[in-house]
């Protein structure tokens, strides 16, 4: 029977949590807020295990690539013991069976579980609350503490990894288990995340239908290259131990948006969009994409260009102009011009 603390409703090791956290002795309380958390997110779950206990298991775990089996914690006379349980153990509280969520797609940290500082010591702005300056992305000249001479390191941030990029090996991803797949896009654009989705949507789908081949994946890796990444690696997953940097600060990316203005009105009887050009200059067969809050994103070649109802070869800053267009737009859509980066 589960026995119950002094104070009524609260379980045993919650109040052990308690008491830790109110010990006279400073070192008899938890060292970090991160520990706590730990020890409270455990006995949450009835699972309280002692930091010992932890970093007893922490060492016992392989690090292979791919795991396909997931690991069960049991505790005999304080010994630790990970031992590997069948799939259909493997259940949540609604009795189905618990689904692997795994990151495929997009930036990495240096660090290793968030347990970075730096943003906060420089700029007091926390990384593990969402508000990362990213030191890690910048140049940095090295200063040696004997002599002290300088040196610029180049060719590499040092800091900063190429992004996560698994598409190339995605049938073995999903051979794993993995059946949920998370893809970077907090504060990318429109366009990077219809590629991503669109393309890993696509990948996933091959490898259900069997027809997941090297020739897709080189079509894949060529559409995600267009838009923003720092460079693509493997990461850590089929057994490289070092990791791979970026060679420059900012994307990589194939191609590039440049803004030319926004969309006025939509004639949907004839399909005719209208456009004030506030920048640059627009020609027929140049790439165009138009993105807006409820139209999303839309990328197609510009047409037959008129201006008064006159064709046009090409339109300049400060002209209202129309194009033939088979998807609505929305007064102060964003109208842009994708070209290729040299």
């Not at 090791?13 to 520990?35: Q, V």
């Not at 495929?104 to 702005?125: D, Q």
């Not at 089929?238 to 030319?260: D, P, R, V």
Request: hydrophobic share 35%; glycine share 8%; proline share 2%.
């Amino acid at each position: 029977m589960e026995q119950f603390a002094t104070i009524e409703g609260i379980p045993k090791e919650l109040m052990e949590i308690l008491l830790k956290c109110l010990a006279k002795d400073e070192k008899e309380r938890y060292a970090s807020t991160g520990e706590f958390i730990e020890a409270f997110e455990a006995g949450l779950k009835g699972n309280l295990l002692t930091l010992t206990q932890k970093s007893k298991v922490k060492a016992n775990l392989k690090k292979e690539p791919l795991v396909k089996k997931a690991a069960k914690i049991e505790s005999e006379n304080g010994d630790i013991k990970v031992k590997e349980i069948e799939k259909q153990q493997i259940k949540g509280p609604s009795e189905n069976l618990v689904r692997i969520e795994i990151f495929v797609h997009g930036a990495l940290c240096m660090a290793v579980s968030g347990k970075c500082y730096m943003s906060l010591h420089t700029a007091n702005s926390s990384a593990n609350r969402g508000a990362c300056i990213q030191n890690c992305r910048k140049t940095y000249t090295v200063t040696d503490k004997e002599d002290r001479h300088q040196f610029d390191i180049d060719n590499e941030y040092i800091m900063s990894p190429k992004d996560l990029c698994t598409i190339g090996f995605l049938d073995q991803v999903l051979d794993s288990g993995s059946s949920i797949l998370k893809i970077e896009g907090r504060g990318r654009s429109p366009e990077y995340v219809k590629t991503t989705t669109q393309c890993y949507r696509e990948a996933a789908d091959a490898y259900l239908e069997g027809t997941y081949n090297k020739e897709k994946v080189k079509g894949w890796m060529s559409r995600l290259k267009t838009v923003y990444n720092r460079g693509f690696w493997d990461g850590y997953y089929l057994g490289q131990k070092m990791g791979e940097w970026t060679e420059i600060h900012g994307s990589k990316a194939a191609k590039k948006k440049i803004y030319l203005g926004k969309a006025k009105k939509y004639f949907a009887k004839i399909q005719v969009a209208e456009f004030d050009l506030e920048t640059q200059k627009l020609k027929e067969g140049d790439n165009i994409l138009i993105t807006g809050r409820t139209t999303g994103i839309i990328e197609t070649i510009a047409g037959e260009i008129r201006i008064n109802d006159k064709r046009v070869e090409d339109v300049n800053k400060g002209d209202k102009f129309s194009i033939k267009l088979n998807h609505k737009v929305r007064p102060n859509d964003k109208l842009y011009k994708i070209v290729n980066i040299q």
